[in-house]
């Protein structure tokens, strides 16, 4: 009898506990952040930006709605708050919803150009810590104003966001144009003794360098990464641009990378996987030569210090395929094909100097060189008394690349165009 | 007179018997569980980038010492610790070393209690009142209580290939964050500082003494001494794997600041859209497994408790000391005076307790001649 008494009321005040749990929270009762952003404020310190879901069915592009004063965006609306710090700012945000907001689905923390170049780190700490945020939620450092960018932050095709946005973020495997930069990495960057962080480049693309009309190009202006994000010229698509590589030097956003540049650093850093390349044909120099460039090994860093200064060397193993000639002339031909790879090979290494020696003025090892300098010291003592991050400006930095052509695509032979007047 | 108080101790508590795999099973989920919360964080702070190979010096240094204990077991064949104390030592003087054994055992559940509360407070439940968290916790831990000592023993042989699984694969998938140069420098804050603390985390692993407290309920001497080894092996192990995860994952200056480094390292786990956000099946392993460490810690204070006044129903005592234990993990007013309190007394001296009581009765059996009876297999 004592036993059947004290288990029914085991189970009754487990039961009654459970049901009433203090954290349990009905799906409808909370609304989704995808987005967060930060700007300095006017009214205040932050002004804090947050993009989210209305939970209303259907597409986006046929519902039209706006929020709180926030961005227009159908079912992705943005609200945007001047507050003294990110909580407060949450809590002014919620008083004017009926839903409470949650973070446990951000994908983007977005923080405009003037407060990344103002630092960081005071705006950061209070995210890292909130429970709700997970680390391999995206950084990106907006071009202009990081509500715009979340204003424009919708979907182009398909209609959920959330999708979207994380298949954007997964550009880099196929292009190398920006690099893949979580909070987690970021935060440590921020603090490291190894290295100096980075974080994506983001912008809103107006077309403003898109020129409908004007002198028509006849030959081979430029590389087609030398962009920051917003620069693209073109028009359509997703106003939203990821494209370069913010510097920062601690908390403090020191510089921009390009989009080509970005896929250099990726190439030191062993990060970069594929992309397409163009370079100038070295015979007929108006016509371009496409690669679908790939890293064959992983890129071996060697570091030495001699009398406290670092010496460092790397080693970039690179392969890939020939995707057109527009000269026609036989570069798949042995004897040829050496002249394409040498060319590809002096464009990445002069290209990778410069780029080295631009980090180097802005005192930013973003190569992460340090991760393999830290080898040579024995204790963390003696580790952060040399400062890596202050010994980089004065490193002598040798990058050896080697470029293979594996294969030529569909066409084995380029053979010439042969019109009336003979073959050309 | 020896003889009187030799035979007084026996039959006051049935525990049951069970076997060697259920043991190392019940004394290796009670050392790992520690690492689930606030200690990998602590030993950063205090050794940087060598707390994988710092937690292998401490299960050497915890073999060491548990052999003190197996040779006193040894000598007394089929008695518990806390007899032989009082057959070595004196009722006096055993009384005092059962004591101090009492008391960590009190102070630790209470601790990973705390530390389980603060960290699902932090990271799950943060609405909830911390009472509430134990409350419930508690409830748990009453009943296995009360069902005894061999049903938590079967019941950590049936989770822990569960829990192994779990851990080991949550380690694995982790690996996608992992990066060699995290472990360098490789001396971190300096070998000294290394050994140093290594031999006194030693601490961690000085849970092989409940092998002691429940000698009776094993199968015999030789038994104790393969479940104790095994059981400091195996807890090693897990323990530097799981500290050598954490390393590999957060630097240093970062290591030392998270909450809960093993959690944080499976919210990173992400594999696309379908393979991420696998921090629920850690709170799974951690859940189960504190249950396990602090239903038996708190098992082995109410046992020592009732031998030492030689009561002979352990069942009354369970709530009672639930109670107590509920009470003293309320007290520290938060996290960080948790840290420097009651974890950083237990890694730090807990060693003395566990060990040098062992070692003062060795010595003194082998002073005064005092010997058990032959042990009949």
Known sequence: ?424 | MDKKRQGRGKELIKEGKFGSQEAISLITITIVTRVFFISPSILVRYVGTTTWYMTLISAATAAVGFSFVYLLLKRFPGKNIIEIFEITLGRFLGFIFSGLLLALFLLSPATILREFTEVTKVYVFPLSPPSYIMGLFIIGVILLGILGLETQARFSRLVAPILLVAFVAGLILASQNYELHRLTPILGYGIKRTIHHGLTGSSGYGYAVILAVIASSLQGTKHIKKIGYISIVASGILVSAALLAFTLTFPYYIAEEVTSPLYQITTLIDYGRFIQRLDPLFIFVWNLSTLIAVSLELYIAASIYCRMFRIQNIKPVIIPFSIIMFTIALIPKDLETLMSGYVNLIMEYGWTVFYIPPIIALIAAKLRGKKGEVEHA
Request: hydrophobic share 35%; with cysteine.
């Open chain 1, 1 to 424: 009898m004592r036993k059947t008494i004290s288990i029914t009321l085991i189970i009754v005040i487990l039961v009654t506990m459970f049901t009433g749990c203090y954290d349990s929270t009905e799906i409808d009762e909370i609304t989704y952040v995808l987005a967060v952003g930060l700007d300095k404020g006017v009214k205040d310190k932050l002004r804090l930006t947050v993009e989210f879901h209305t939970m209303k069915g259907g597409s986006s592009s046929s519902m039209s709605s706006s929020s709180g004063g926030g961005g227009m965006g159908g079912n992705y609306p943005t609200i945007t708050v001047d507050a003294p710090s990110f909580y407060t700012g949450i809590n002014m945000i919620n008083s004017s919803l009926p839903r409470r907001l949650n973070f446990m689905h951000a994908k983007y923390l977005v923080i405009s150009e003037e407060m990344a170049k103002a630092g960081v780190s005071t705006y950061i700490a209070p995210i890292i810590r909130y429970r709700e945020i997970r680390r391999s939620m995206h950084v990106i450092v907006a071009k202009g104003s990081a509500c715009k960018f979340l204003e424009e932050n919708q979907s182009f095709i398909g209609s959920t966001l959330s999708k979207t946005m994380e298949l954007q973020v997964k550009g880099p495997t196929d292009t190398g144009y920006f690099p893949h930069t979580t909070l987690n990495t970021f935060y440590d960057g921020i603090k490291s003794t190894y290295r100096q962080p980075i974080a994506i480049l983001g912008g809103v693309n107006s077309s403003n360098n898109y020129q409908e009309d004007g002198e028509k190009a006849s030959a081979f202006q430029s590389p087609e990464g030398q962009y920051y994000a917003g620069e693209m010229p073109r028009k359509g698509g997703s106003k939203v641009e990821l494209y370069g590589t913010a510097v920062f030097d601690g908390d403090k956003m020191v510089g921009e990378l390009t989009g080509d540049e970005t896929r250099l650093l990726l190439m030191l850093m062993g990060d970069f996987e594929r992309g397409f390349f163009t370079i100038k044909d070295p015979k007929v120099p108006q016509d371009v030569v496409p690669l679908n460039v790939r890293t064959s090994r992983k890129t071996k860093i060697h570091v030495d210090i001699k009398n406290g200064k670092p010496y460092i060397n790397a080693e970039i193993e690179l392969e890939g395929d020939i995707l057109a000639i527009q000269s026609m002339i036989n570069y798949e031909d042995i004897s040829l094909k050496p002249l394409l790879e040498k060319a590809f090979e002096q464009q990445v290494k002069s290209e990778m100097d410069a780029l080295i020696d631009k980090c180097k003025k802005e005192k930013s090892d973003v190569f992460r060189f340090g991760t393999v300098a830290s080898r040579k010291f024995l204790t963390i003592q003696d580790w952060e008394q040399y400062n890596w991050n202050k010994q980089f400006e004065n490193a002598e930095v040798t990058v050896n690349v080697t470029f293979t052509i594996r294969r030529t695509g569909t066409l084995m032979k380029s053979s010439p165009v042969i019109g009336s007047e003979g073959s050309k």
